[in-house]
């Protein structure tokens, strides 16, 4: 075989295993990148549901509160600690499954009606939803988690002042809701595969989470997501590394008034996902991409 023969074959030899590679790693990658896009739809479509459930969840809770209040203006607290304002609660109550009590409570802390019994001479006031309300009027306050002392039960508390015609503190309305229903509601509207969903509120408190994750009940300012939420409090998208497992995701968030809804993902090595975020609470949702 000739000098020039030679290498001609050479090359074509090269080129049968050039030519192949080239177009698979081409391939390949095109087709990672269409795994990301269909994955950051499909987790930015989730996080609109979820965003949606949680804010008609809060809408409901606001409206529950309103109709305490109406139900009570006027009364003296003689009135409110009577047998029919406790039913009046229970009925009320009965139908939401997301909460798991509603409580009218004096200012010394001392609940005086409620939508199940009580203790009477147990005390909320060293409680955050109370102590939040006692010296201003906060408005609508979301709680951390915790347990309840009447149902036993780990609730986090929706509370609004109650005031007197002069300005003062006259205790509180607060509805008790529960994570285990978020929780639930996550495991349903989720896509299968691996993935996680918490209520958050600002401050990293997490409310509720599915699966469920004691490790972390609070996310660090140092987290991706609570720095998503100053760096971008209208929202947007963001590529980073979780400070919890060191995992790169990809973040996009929404906002809407006066609550923070969150949402990342997950990956495997590298994932795409969606988060929302706005003041108060926060939801987040994360799922795997394969590589």
Not at 114 to 119: A, I, K, M, V
Not at 184 to 197: Q, V
Not at 220 to 235: C, E, K, T, V, Y
């Given at each position: 075989?000739?000098?020039?023969?030679?290498?001609?074959?050479?090359?074509?030899?090269?080129?049968?295993?050039?030519?192949?590679?080239?177009?698979?790693?081409?391939?390949?990658?095109?087709?990672?990148?269409?795994?990301?896009?269909?994955?950051?739809?499909?987790?930015?479509?989730t996080t609109a549901i979820l965003h949606e459930h949680a804010r008609k969840v809060f809408d409901t809770v606001?409206?529950?509160?309103?109709?305490?209040?109406?139900?009570?203006?006027?009364?003296?607290?003689?009135?409110?600690?009577?047998?029919?304002?406790?039913?009046?609660?229970?009925?009320?109550?009965?139908?939401?499954?997301?909460?798991?009590?509603?409580?009218?409570?004096?200012?010394?802390?001392?609940?005086?009606?409620g939508s199940q019994p009580w203790d009477p001479n147990v005390t909320i006031s060293e409680r955050e939803f109370f102590q939040a309300q006692r010296g201003r009027d906060a408005g609508t306050y979301i709680s951390a988690a915790f347990q309840g002392k009447a149902t036993g039960r780990l609730s986090f508390a929706v509370s609004r002042r109650r005031s007197t015609l002069d300005g003062h503190f006259d205790g509180i309305i607060?509805?008790?809701?529960?994570?285990?229903?978020?929780?639930?509601?996550?495991?349903?509207?989720?896509?299968?595969?691996?993935?996680?969903?918490?209520?958050?509120?600002?401050?990293?408190?997490?409310?509720?989470?599915?699966?469920?994750?004691?490790?972390y009940s609070r996310l660090g300012p140092d987290n991706i997501l609570m720095r998503s939420i100053a760096a971008q409090s209208d929202g947007g998208v963001l590529f980073g590394t979780s400070s919890t497992?060191?995992?790169?995701?990809?973040?996009?968030?929404?906002?809407?008034?006066?609550?923070?809804?969150?949402?990342?993902?997950?990956?495997?090595?590298?994932s795409c996902g969606g988060t929302g975020t706005a003041i108060w609470r926060s939801m987040e949702w994360w799922r795997p991409c394969p590589p």
């Amino acid at each position: 075989m000739s000098m020039p023969s030679l290498r001609l074959h050479r090359l074509l030899l090269v080129a049968a295993l050039l030519v192949p590679a080239v177009v698979f790693a081409a391939a390949a990658a095109w087709n990672r990148a269409e795994v990301l896009r269909d994955n950051e739809e499909t987790i930015t479509r989730t996080t609109a549901i979820l965003h949606e459930h949680a804010r008609k969840v809060f809408d409901t809770v606001e409206l529950v509160i309103g109709r305490v209040e109406d139900r009570t203006h006027g009364m003296s607290w003689d009135e409110i600690a009577a047998p029919e304002t406790s039913v009046f609660l229970q009925r009320l109550k009965a139908p939401l499954e997301q909460a798991v009590s509603i409580w009218i409570s004096d200012a010394t802390g001392h609940v005086r009606a409620g939508s199940q019994p009580w203790d009477p001479n147990v005390t909320i006031s060293e409680r955050e939803f109370f102590q939040a309300q006692r010296g201003r009027d906060a408005g609508t306050y979301i709680s951390a988690a915790f347990q309840g002392k009447a149902t036993g039960r780990l609730s986090f508390a929706v509370s609004r002042r109650r005031s007197t015609l002069d300005g003062h503190f006259d205790g509180i309305i607060h509805v008790a809701l529960s994570p285990e229903y978020f929780r639930r509601f996550f495991r349903e509207a989720a896509p299968p595969g691996p993935h996680a969903a918490a209520l958050i509120r600002a401050d990293g408190s997490i409310l509720a989470r599915s699966p469920a994750q004691e490790a972390y009940s609070r996310l660090g300012p140092d987290n991706i997501l609570m720095r998503s939420i100053a760096a971008q409090s209208d929202g947007g998208v963001l590529f980073g590394t979780s400070s919890t497992d060191q995992r790169e995701r990809y973040y996009a968030t929404v906002t809407w008034a006066p609550i923070r809804f969150m949402s990342p993902s997950a990956s495997m090595p590298r994932s795409c996902g969606g988060t929302g975020t706005a003041i108060w609470r926060s939801m987040e949702w994360w799922r795997p991409c394969p590589p």
